[in-house]
């Protein structure tokens, strides 16, 4: 095992590099950009961009990639992505940032991808288990690395678009001098929204209505926070607790939705996130415990509903169906956080609390569509579900993860 499991360790170092610079520099954007007096629109489209560009990536990169190779197109795509990140610094202008971003977001999908399939390339029967383990830790500990190193140091300077692509080009280093071998080529993804909607509809609709959410959530908090003069040290705690509330409640949410129907604790937990985002908006929190305790309630609930929805969905799927029916929720979830950041940028021109009106109505509508289809359709016996198991954050998810989950299907 372990000769199989040391060259895993150097694919996981170069994700961890890309997803560090990835939560500093998508955390960086919102906030210099508020600092620079960008409007709420126009920084909402940064999210909406970067997602287009994710999407497109997930599709579209595979020829690429089989075209010159995985070596070649992740040093290409890393380089790339280093390179934007330093011109965002010198181009201080929003139509310019919106632009790179969309070349962001393709180039990161791209690299993971590559990642993911070298990893899937090295995982055993024995072994998947365990690399898609640690492939969840090191997402959510790189991530937030990335989001509090922004606390560091002088938003308004340079150094942190520098420090950013720095962490992208040490992503090259760890794959450059491995001697993992190249994977088989990436697969097309197709997107059946059709297949996806017949085969559940409670997880068509919710996997949409929580990228609308998560997306408008991911983008312009950091305007919120900034906007209520928020220092960036809580900024970026802020953030960070969204992230290590959702991957704490996994588990035991996840559980419960073994034992009885996935919908009422989709529903459930839905509606206290919902129920979170319309306090924050009412109340509007001046005390950093009570948002704190705010936002974490809304990061327990709103981040473990993506894992239980792709259950949801392959509880009714067959089992050679589960990388096309979690590949298509996953792009169906791209084009929700699309939709977010846009829609959340439009409303936050006239308060910025009224972002988690924009969350509260997306969980609102998940919660009370998950009860509708209650009465519709009866529930799987729970010794037929599918096991819950966790999933990678969305953001930084690609269908070639979903490859890695030791659910899917696998040759002996």
């Known amino acids: 095992m372990r000769s199989n499991l040391l060259p895993v360790v150097s694919l996981l170092l170069g994700t961890a590099f890309l997803l560090a610079g990835n939560g500093l520099h998508g955390l960086l954007l919102p906030m210099r950009g508020t600092a620079e007096g960008f409007s709420p629109t126009s920084l909402g489209l940064l999210g909406t961009s970067w997602a287009t560009g994710f999407v497109l990536g997930c599709i579209f990169s595979q020829r690429l990639v089989r075209r010159i190779g995985h070596v070649r197109a992740f040093s290409a795509f890393s380089a790339l ?127 949409l209505l929580i990228g609308i959410a998560n997306g408008a959530f991911g983008t312009l908090a950091p305007v919120f926070g900034a906007n209520v003069e928020l220092t960036a040290l809580t900024i970026a705690t802020m953030m960070s607790i969204t992230i290590f509330s959702g991957a704490v409640m996994q588990l035991p949410a996840g559980r419960m939705s073994d034992r009885m129907d996935r919908r009422y604790v989709l529903a459930a937990l839905a509606a206290t996130a919902g129920i979170s985002g319309l306090a924050i908006t009412i109340i509007k929190p001046s005390g950093i415990s009570v948002l704190f305790g705010l936002i974490s309630l809304y990061g327990a609930m709103s981040y473990t509903l993506y894992s239980i929805i792709v259950a949801h969905a392959n509880d009714y799927a067959d089992n050679d169906q589960f990388v096309t029916v979690s590949g298509g929720l996953l792009l169906l979830y791209g084009v929700g956080t699309i939709i977010g950041p846009l829609v959340g940028g439009i409303v936050m021109a006239y308060n910025p609390y ?49 490859n890695l989950d030791p659910r899917a299907p696998h040759e002996l």
């Open 354 to 402: 009224l972002l988690f009106a924009v969350t509260a109505a997306s969980h609102v509508g998940v919660a009370g569509y998950a009860l509708f289809r209650t009465r519709m359709r009866a529930a799987i016996p729970a010794d037929e579900r599918e096991n819950f198991a966790s999933i990678p954050s969305a953001r930084a998810a690609t269908p070639e993860s979903i």
């Open 81 to 207: 992505i280093a390179i934007i990140a330093l011109l965002t610094g010198l181009l201080v202008d929003p139509i310019s940032w919106i632009l790179l971003r969309v070349v962001t977001g393709f180039s990161l999908a791209a690299a993971f991808m590559i990642i993911e399939s070298w990893l899937n390339e090295r995982a055993t029967n024995e072994t998947r288990g365990l690399i898609f383990s640690l492939y969840m830790t090191v997402t959510y500990i790189a991530i937030v690395a990335g989001q509090m190193s922004i606390a560091l140091g002088d938003i308004s300077q340079s150094t942190f678009f520098m420090v950013a692509g720095i962490l992208y080009c040490l992503a090259l280093l760890p794959t450059a001098v491995s001697n993992a071998s190249s994977p088989a080529p990436l697969k097309e993804v197709k997107l059946d929204l059709k297949m996806i909607y017949r085969n559940s509809p409670v997880s068509f609709v919710a996997m």
